[in-house]
């Protein structure tokens, strides 16, 4: 799967998404994307790129168009790398999975507690 790192997350998120198999850039990496939250929304779309983000703004943006992007939306708090990786590696084949299955048309609830 393709993924776009948000600014609202570590560079070393994507470096790590790349370890286990990804494509994933960072955003402010993009020569040319400013941060605006509409304009990295329509490259994701544009480049078939699954935008990760903290920001709720982008699951917003999901709802308003008809051609969304896909967004996984990290609702953890302030975390260290460390530990968001460790509560992200145990979700993210559940996370592909239902990306994989739904592509843009359904919203996932899924929480885990740590």
């Known amino acids: ?3 776009l790192v948000d600014a609202s997350l570590p560079p070393g998120l994507a470096t790590w998404l790349r370890k286990k198999a990804h494509e994933a850039i960072y955003v402010s990496d993009q020569p040319g994307l400013n941060l605006d939250d509409r304009a990295v929304f329509e490259f994701a779309r544009r480049h078939g790129y699954i935008i990760m983000t903290k920001d709720e703004d982008f ?5 308003l168009v008809a051609q969304p992007a896909s967004v996984v939306w990290l609702r953890l708090g302030n975390a260290t790398n460390s530990s968001r990786r460790n509560w992200l590696g145990p979700l993210l084949p559940e996370i592909m999975q239902r990306l994989a299955g ?10 885990r507690s740590s």
């Open 102 to 111: 739904w592509g843009n048309t359904h919203r996932s609830g899924m929480t």
């Open 1 to 3: 799967m393709k993924f």
């Open 59 to 63: 699951a917003v943006l999901a709802t």
